[in-house]
């Protein structure tokens, strides 16, 4: 029981690059979420999925793209990178959607844009 | 939607001493608030967590305390390790959970 695994673990890329985070959880939950972390803003919502096929936006979506084809697995995409999207990129899971449920998390992505 | 507020953001301890985080959030809805400790290159873990029907929660050296009324809660921690040292991250859950900026807690030898 792998829990929650994320690749790559760390990644540099030039402005206007593309790239896709993937995220997959072997606790066959329905919810799955990714956030960004940047230093004195905590964990941000970025997307999340409530089930297989479905996405929904966060607090910040703006310049990411995700899907949710399988239900273990939840990527996430960059289209064309900015510097402002350097940042650490987390991953989680939840049985049920917020309201009393733990979020479990990947160990994280190190993404660095130049 | 939902805004929590965390503070200290920083706190440093002496090793035996208590730490005390607080946090307040807006939504009254909110009955679910999560606390997740994360050691440095780690995702965040559960650590405790507390729902809007109890006060108060205790686990061995870590306590939470809710204020429903006040829309407010803590983390305790008691006598505190080196081991204790890390970010610490509270939570007020709504759809997909709402995030305090973070309080890096440093337990000095």
């Known amino acids: 029981n792998a829990g929650v695994t994320q690749t790559p673990k760390f990644r540099v890329l030039k402005t206007g690059q593309s790239m896709t985070l993937l995220c997959a959880q072997d606790?066959?939950?329905?919810?799955m979420y990714w956030y960004r972390q940047d230093p004195g803003m905590g964990l941000r919502l970025i997307h999340y999925?409530?089930?297989?096929?479905?996405?929904a936006k966060g607090e910040v979506p703006d310049g990411y793209n995700v899907s949710r084809l399988k239900k273990q697995n939840f990527l996430l995409g960059l289209e064309s990178a900015a510097p402002s999207q350097t940042s650490v990129y987390f991953c989680?899971?939840?049985?049920?959607?917020?309201?009393?449920?733990?979020?479990?998390f990947g160990p994280g992505t190190r993404l660095t844009v130049t | 939607g939902e805004n929590v507020e965390q503070h200290p953001s920083t706190l440093s301890v002496q090793e035996g001493d208590s730490a005390v985080i607080k946090c307040t959030y807006s939504?009254?809805?909110?009955?679910?608030f999560p606390w997740y400790k994360q050691e440095l290159g780690k995702g965040p873990q559960l650590i405790i967590d507390?729902?809007?029907?109890?006060g108060e929660k205790k686990d061995q050296r870590i306590a939470v305390t809710l204020n429903k009324t006040a829309k407010h809660f803590s983390l305790h921690i008691t006598e505190t390790q080196p081991e204790d040292s890390a970010v610490y991250f509270c939570?007020?859950?709504?759809?997909?959970?709402?995030f305090g900026a973070g309080t890096t807690v440093t337990v000095r030898a």
């Open positions: 939570a007020a859950s709504t759809t997909a959970g709402s």
């Open positions: 989680a899971s939840s049985y049920e959607l917020g309201q009393g449920y733990e979020q479990y």
């Open positions: 606790m066959n939950h329905e919810y």
């Open positions: 507390i729902r809007s029907n109890v």
């Open positions: 939504d009254s809805a909110s009955n679910y």
């Open positions: 999925s409530v089930g297989e096929g479905t996405t």
